[in-house]
């Protein structure tokens, strides 16, 4: 297919389309901006700034990426912004660039799904294939870790890290960080238990569930002090990849610290 481009809208000198390319009608697409082959956007999306937007994208109308962040501190300074391919943004999506007081980059995994009305700061770094519901809002500098889920209406506090095949439910205020494969809910948030749905959606065998179940447990239900907790379960489960993700998880540097557990336990795997 042709890249198309529909008369009404404005695309600089300088900006790079790849092969069928399809610009509907009223968008903007700055001097700076790279869009791969196969992106789409359908109508009254803009681009600018230094963007890459990966093959096969597609944005809804009213979507902006690349613009300037809500940051007083930033000055113009070309910092980026990237979204992989296949990533689905819906309508009336922001995603800023970043800022050079942080990474300089916000980035957005591919095949992800940006919901309606989804706000992502600048300097935040989204894994592959995330998906994020409708008016969920993020402060700058949060990572999502790939596959994670993200409930509608979630408000997410700069600098949180949220681990891989995470669930944060609806209407949650997250203040702190979320352990891989953890569920949390609630304002403030709490960790109600593991993302078993997740874990099985992603083909993790049962018995390999219930090592990661029995861990959590361990770090979150059990009793004494946590930092002997962490370390029984690194002699326990120290060669079990999943644990040890979960381990290393806690063990990195954090600005936030950790969302601990409120609730029973009620996963059942």
């Known amino acids: 297919m042709d890249t198309s481009i529909h008369p009404s809208s404005v695309v600089a000198p300088g900006a790079t389309l790849g092969s ?6 009223f968008c903007t697409v700055g001097p700076e901006a790279v869009l791969e082959d196969g992106v789409r956007l359908i109508s009254h999306v803009v681009v600018e700034g230094r963007t890459r937007i990966g093959a096969g994208a597609t944005f809804y109308p009213f ?3 690349g613009l300037p962040p809500q940051d007083l501190k930033y000055a113009g300074e070309p910092t980026e912004t990237v979204v992989g391919a296949r990533t689905v943004v819906r309508e009336h999506v922001t995603i800023h660039r970043g800022t050079v007081t942080g990474t300089g980059i916000t980035r957005v995994g591919a095949g992800c799904l940006l919901m309606a009305v989804v706000h992502v700061a ?3 770094a989204i894994g592959d294939g995330v998906v994020i519901a409708n008016n969920v ?8 870790g ?4 993200i409930g509608g209406a979630a408000a997410i506090h700069q ?3 949220i681990g891989r095949a995470a669930m944060v439910g609806g209407v949650s205020g997250v203040e702190a960080d979320v352990i891989p494969f953890g569920s949390v ?7 109600a238990g593991l993302n078993v749905i997740g874990l099985r959606r992603r083909g993790i065998e049962r018995a390999q569930i219930h090592t990661v179940r029995n861990a959590f447990r361990l770090l979150f239900r059990g009793e004494g002090v946590f930092a002997d907790r962490v370390a029984e379960a690194r002699r326990t489960w120290a060669e079990d990849p999943l644990v040890g993700e979960i381990l290393a998880f806690i063990d990195a540097p954090s600005r936030r610290g950790l969302i601990r557990a409120a609730i029973e336990d009620t996963d059942d795997a």
């Open 146 to 149: 790939d596959g994670a889920v």
């Open 137 to 144: 809002v993020m402060g700058g500098h949060v990572e999502i």
């Open 63 to 65: 979507a902006t990426v």
């Open 122 to 124: 600048h300097d935040c």
């Open 185 to 191: 809910i609630g304002n403030r948030a709490r960790l």
């Open 159 to 161: 600098f949180v890290r």
């Open 20 to 25: 069928g390319v399809q610009i509907g009608p």
